[in-house]
T-cell receptor
Framework: EPEVTQTPSHQVTQMGQEVILRCVPI?????FYWYRQILGQKVEFLVS????????KSEIFDDQFSVERPDGSNFTLKIRSTKLEDSAMYFC????????????FGSGTRLTVV | KNEVEQSPQNLTAQEGEFITINCSYS?????LHWLQQHPGGGIVSLFM???GKKKHGRLIATINIQEKHSSLHITASHPRDSAVYIC??????????FGQGTILTVHP
């Protein structure tokens, strides 16, 4: 079964450093998303991406965050200057045009900011 | 803004029991999703519903659009069903809004 692949699975970074979280969505999917889950809390929407541009973003997705699809396969989330409160599990998800089979989520990247 | 509420928050069952998890949402949607999250953190999509009922193995999901309510049932529960079950709602290709999850523990 096709998978959404996320790397790294766990990243520890110093406060103020830049991090890039990587995702490889399923090849025929057209809609891409980043979500995050702070430990013990609900999963929260960050941003959606379609046709090489952001289609929607949440209040969380401020100027410190950016997304890119640099080469037609990878989908990246960059946090420019990490804060302690950015520590969370970050999930990439994708869905096909017809929404058949629903969303497919990656296994997540656990980001720890120290 | 859509509010998604799940009940119960925690559920403990004995192997073989029939389990029901409920989800209510406040604003009309195009689809409701039931997701499963294991201790390692990964999220797996179980069902996407826009009306009626779906069944996959021992799992059954129903939705009542008028009442803005959905249920996830597990028949003949098994310890391997132990996980967090999450309800999420959304509009066509738009963001998902998640419930807080139901922690299910099934004892042998």
């Amino acid at each position: 079964e096709p998978e959404v692949t996320q790397t790294p699975s766990h990243q520890v970074t110093q406060m103020g450093q830049e991090v890039i979280l990587r995702c490889v969505p399923i090849s025929n999917h057209l809609y891409f998303y980043w979500y995050r889950q702070i430990l013990g809390q609900k999963v929260e929407f960050l941003v959606s991406f379609y046709n090489n541009e952001i289609s929607e973003k949440s209040e969380i997705f401020d100027d410190q965050f950016s997304v890119e699809r640099p080469d037609g396969s990878n989908f990246t989330l960059k946090i420019r200057s990490t804060k302690l409160e950015d520590s969370a599990m970050y999930f990439c998800a994708s869905i096909a045009r017809g929404r058949e089979n629903g969303y497919t989520f990656g296994s997540g990247t656990r980001l720890t900011v120290v | 803004k859509n509010e998604v509420e799940q009940s119960p928050q925690n559920l403990t069952a004995q192997e073989g029991e029939f389990i029901t998890i409920n989800c209510s949402y406040s604003v009309g949607i195009s689809a409701l999703h039931w997701l499963q999250q294991h201790p390692g953190g990964g999220i797996v999509s179980l069902f996407m519903l826009s009306s009626g009922k779906k069944k996959h193995g021992r799992l059954i999901a129903t939705i009542n659009i008028q009442e803005k309510h959905s249920s996830l049932h597990i028949t003949a529960s098994h310890p391997r069903d132990s996980a967090v079950y999450i309800c999420a709602v959304g509009t066509s290709y738009g963001k998902l809004t998640f419930g807080q999850g139901t922690i299910l523990t099934v004892h042998p």
